[in-house]
């Protein structure tokens, strides 16, 4: 099966289960990759006319075009249809294996300080989807859970938020998804300074129900919400890196990083690690003194006692006279 089956002819088909299966938001993920990059690079190939010094080749002149987040996630995707097809019983040798991938560079996190944070919060007051925004600070959501959120999700006495589902939006469709993983269905609790100002917002707007963001969807909510912050000049870093600052000053706040992991919706507790495991500059100099104190002494006499002669404490500078 697939012998003389064409790359285009095997991704309908594998196209086609993948709908199936898996979340509209990421099958267009794949097509769009597939589309521009896999199919008129290897469309009109068969899997037997395809080698491996080809792909790597392939990936090669992708990375610099595309970067290595861009060139992995093509190959990524020639590599499932062909073992999809192998799977599905092509007799084949696979020409996706041992590809060698450009390391990606972890790209620093844009986020927040706890001051210019507090602006932007600041800056929102009375804005539509102030409420949104303050959810996003305060909780630290993915914003397709966030654009779920109704207002019966938050329980007034206790401020306890449940995150059950997701809003996603793709060219054409918006659609309500599960959460991403098994962990991410969770219950979180908003600060005081949340609860207090959300509920004033629900009983000025007449104790609605339903969705927080009405039927608005979620492109334009994100879209209305940085328009707000770019036009008054208010710090903005994003939906996406407003969880990012929300985890990083969690941790800074002194939040056990598993506890911020958990409720993240984290799955594995290495990605909290991987992204916000950066202590600072102080923390590092604190255990330098410490291990210094323990090991080798306070300072460099301390260390070198009794084999190099003490040396004279440095001294300042002279001042120069000044020129007349």
């Known amino acids: 099966m697939y012998e003389l089956s064409t790359i285009t002819e095997i991704c309908n088909d ?47 002149e992708l990375t610099p075009l595309r970067g290595p987040s861009g060139a992995e996630k093509a190959y990524k995707c020639l590599r499932q249809i062909i073992r999809w097809a192998i799977d599905e019983g092509l007799e084949a040798i696979d020409p996706t294996r041992r590809i060698e991938i450009t390391q990606k560079p972890q790209e620093p996190l844009n986020t927040l300080t706890q001051r210019r944070l507090k602006k932007l919060i600041r800056g929102f007051v009375g804005h539509l989807f102030e409420p949104t925004l303050i959810l996003q600070s305060a909780l630290g959501l993915r914003p397709s859970e966030n654009y779920y959120l109704s207002w019966e999700s938050i329980d ?87 969880r990012h600052t929300w985890a990083t000053l969690a941790i800074k706040a002194g939040a056990a990083i598993e ?35 323990l090991v080798l002494g306070k300072s460099c006499d301390d260390m070198y006692k009794g084999i190099i002669p003490p040396q004279p404490a440095p001294q300042p500078a002279r001042e120069l006279p000044m020129a007349a």
Do not use: F
């Open 14 to 60: 594998y196209l086609t289960e993948k709908r199936e299966r898996r979340k509209p938001d990421t099958v267009y993920g794949y097509e769009s990759s597939i589309n521009r990059h896999v199919l008129p690079r290897w469309g009109a190939l068969r899997v037997s006319e395809i080698t491996r010094k080809d792909v790597q080749a392939w990936v090669d």
């Open 156 to 242: 007034w006495r206790t401020g306890a938020v449940e995150i059950k589902g997701a809003l996603l939006q793709i060219p054409g469709l918006v659609y309500e998804s599960t959460t991403k993983t098994r962990k991410s269905t969770r219950t979180l609790y908003l600060p005081q300074w949340a609860i207090d100002r959300l509920h004033t917002i629900w009983v000025e707007r007449g104790r609605p129900k339903g969705r927080i963001i009405g039927n608005a969807k979620p492109m334009r909510v994100a879209w209305a919400i940085k328009l707000h912050a770019i036009k008054n000049r208010l710090p903005w870093v994003g939906m996406r890196n407003l």
């Open 259 to 293: 506890h911020v992991a958990e409720m993240m919706g984290h799955s594995n507790i290495q990605t909290c690690y991987r992204y916000y495991m950066e202590i600072t500059a102080a923390t590092k100099r604190r255990v330098q003194r410490r291990l210094a104190r």
